[in-house]
């Protein structure tokens, strides 16, 4: 790639390298470029005011409340969205899921990657159909538009034009150095369109945060293949990491040193609490240093004090009544939701092998409903389970109805069955799940641990 010298747009003197039809909109204070008008746009000039392939280059400062955006070939000329650029998220808007680095509507970033007094560099390549983000020198984003982006679902286009800084609040971020270089065009492989790439599509259209949050680095699954994968699919990750009681982390120790070797990578770290010891095998600073914390109710002991693991046969055995079987599974489901500091409820309505061809009677609504009031009550989100393809549309609409969250999980056991969360994407298709029906950690919600956190230990 044949790369062109840098060009300095700003460096903390003047405004000579952009526009604004309002003067006095933005300006140069103390070396800081800096938005006083909401919405106000300032476009590049010159050199950099037709763009196609380059390479740009900011040190930003964001402060808590601020937001602002980037667009890159835009037409001052032009408001159609479809028309006018494509957007890349300097700092979010309150309440919003995409945080700095998200290409909007393509690639969003869920994950705050930076503090709200903290300098980052933000980095952007375009260069024919390719975009890629970094920040802080991590790759966040890796797009390729489809060779036909209408059929694939995508309104926004690649093609040519301007660079333009917005401000969309009171507070602007502040810039104290910005800088670009043209590069040659590169060819990039196509990526693959099927169903699953157009749901996918049609959900960051929508906003419905599209994150795959019960992800497990096992068999040899490593996290750069994670990030990788995510990258292409449009799917953002929680790494999850099994607590309990015979399993790979049962102590505070281990617990920090996993969250702590995700270092700054834009994943989410959770706890998944196994077994209904764990309450007793950690403290509330080990719990509280995940992103979020979820169980399920595959683990429990029956009236007869005979402790089973649901997804063993030879641990549940014989199941004599399965009405009686049902009802002290729906009862110490309820009594987790109500009882354990959890954020999300996951392989939801699962049923040992011995039962589950017999699920659709099992699960009378009256059962179900139990268990969604329960949810609802303690506002425990409800995940759609990719692998065993759980719960039913029938519990989803009575979820969605008594007010719960949901949230996307493939609950892989390695590489070969990581897949796209193509159960949860139907399930928001058939059930009509809209963006406000999902939880995001970190995005305005309390977390269960900071709501029940007296349950463990000290």
Known sequence: MNNHDWIELFDGRNLEHWHSDEVDAWSAVDGLLICRKTGVQLFSTGEAETLRNFELEMEVLAPLHSAGSLRFHARAAESSEANNGLEVVISARQGDHCQAGSLRGLRPVYKRLVGENEWFTLRIAVSGKSVRVWLNDALLVDYVEPARPAEAGTRRCLGEGAIALCCSSELSPRFRAIRLRRLSEIVAEQPAVDETYR?????????????????????????????????????????????????????????????????????????????????QMFSHRAAASFDYIFTDSMTWSDNRGRRMRL????????????????????????????????????????????????????????????????????????????????????????????????????????????????????????????????????????????RKGHLLQE
């Open 199 to 279: 749901r996918v599509m049609a959900c960051h259209r929508a906003g419905i945060p599209v994150i795959d949050l019960h992800v497990h680095l096992k068999s040899g699954l490593t996290l750069e293949q994670t990030l990788a994968k995510s990258r292409r699919d449009g799917i953002a990750h929680g790494i999850a990491v099994n607590c309990g009681k015979g399993f790979p982390v049962q102590n505070d120790t281990a617990a920090l040193e996993f969250c702590s070797g995700l270092g700054r990578a834009p994943v989410f770290a959770a706890m998944q609490a196994e077994g209904r010891e764990w309450m």
């Open 311 to 450: 997804w063993i046969p030879g641990e549940v055995g014989e199941i004599a009544d399965p009405d009686e079987f049902m009802e002290t599974l729906v009862a110490r489901a309820v009594a987790i939701l109500e009882g354990e500091p959890i954020d999300i409820y996951v392989n939801p309505t699962f049923l040992p092998a011995v039962l589950a061809a017999d699920y659709e009677r099992l699960w009378t609504e009256s059962r179900m409903s139990r268990v969604i009031e329960a949810a609802a009550r303690n506002q425990v989100a409800i995940e759609l389970n990719d692998l065993y393809r759980l719960p039913s549309a029938q519990f989803v609409r009575l979820a969605k109805a008594a007010g719960c969250k949901f949230t996307l999980g493939t609950n892989n056991t390695g590489p070969d069955d990581l897949r796209r969360c193509e159960y949860g994407l139907e399930t928001i298709e058939r059930c009509g799940l809209a963006a406000g029906d999902f939880f995001v950690p970190g995005c305005g919600e309390c977390k269960a641990i900071e």
